[in-house]
């Protein structure tokens, strides 16, 4: 348990399904972070919420729809996806202040994406 | 374009040692980090190296040398649960973390 908790843990979705991931963390950051994980490829950054407000948003296409609605929470909203899109989505917290530190993320286990 | 290189997968034996290197090009350099994934599980964090060096925890070591680009991640004693992917992350110029794809580590008994 990393403080950090995802749900749902796997998830089966038709294209035309409507969905969302969930993410909690209980660590007490002010940031918050969503990840895309595909096999054999780098983290790819998706979104990052900083004190409730999107900071970073890396040109992901608009089926995917983020919402923070407070610093503990962090939703990603999944709608008319494609099979590429079948992926390991983890969501991160950290806390980011004005000195430069380590800003060490710590991640939840992921939400396993499988887009039928 | 920013990336870093690290082996895609590398085997070695129970107490044993084992090197995974990685070397970086990034607009900037603002510390490196080493992250250890578990199967199915979260990554957690490892080590963080800014300025040259060794950096040593446990059987865990870290060294960076920020002229060549390079870090490597020393594991000593090796046991069967350092079985993991291990992930380095550079941080550049606009404190953006680029990843590595990661390097899967089997250890044998």
């Known amino acids: 348990e990393t403080g950090v908790t995802q749900t749902p843990r796997h998830l089966v979705m038709g294209m035309t399904n409507k969905k969302s991931l969930k993410c909690e963390q209980h660590l007490g950051h002010n940031a918050m972070y969503w990840y895309k994980q595909s096999a054999k490829k780098p983290l790819e950054l998706m979104f990052v919420y900083s004190l409730e407000e999107r900071v970073e948003n890396n040109s992901v296409p608009s089926r995917f729809s983020p919402e923070c609605p407070n610093s503990s929470h962090l939703f990603l909203h999944l709608h008319t996806l494609q099979p590429e899109d079948s992926a390991l989505y983890l969501c991160?917290?950290?806390?980011?202040?004005?000195?430069?530190?380590?800003?060490?993320?710590?991640f939840g286990a992921g939400s396993r994406l499988t887009v039928l | 374009g920013q990336n870093i290189d690290q082996p895609t997968e590398m085997t070695a034996t129970e107490g044993a040692i084992v090197q995974i290197n990685c070397t970086y090009q990034?607009?900037?350099?603002?510390?490196l980090f080493w992250y250890q994934q578990h199967a199915g599980e979260a990554p957690t964090f490892l080590s963080y190296?800014?300025l040259d060096g060794l950096e040593e925890k446990g059987r865990f070591s870290s060294f960076l040398s920020r002229s060549k680009g390079y870090s490597y991640l020393l594991l000593k004693e090796l046991q069967m649960k350092d079985s993991a992917s291990y992930l380095c992350?550079?941080?550049?110029?606009?404190?953006?973390?680029?990843w590595g794809a990661g390097t899967k580590l089997i250890i044998k008994p």
């Open positions: 190296n800014v």
């Open positions: 990034t607009s900037g350099f603002n510390g």
């Open positions: 992350a550079v941080r550049d110029s606009n404190y953006q973390l680029i």
């Open positions: 991160a917290s950290s806390h980011q202040s004005e000195f430069s530190g380590a800003n060490v993320l710590t």
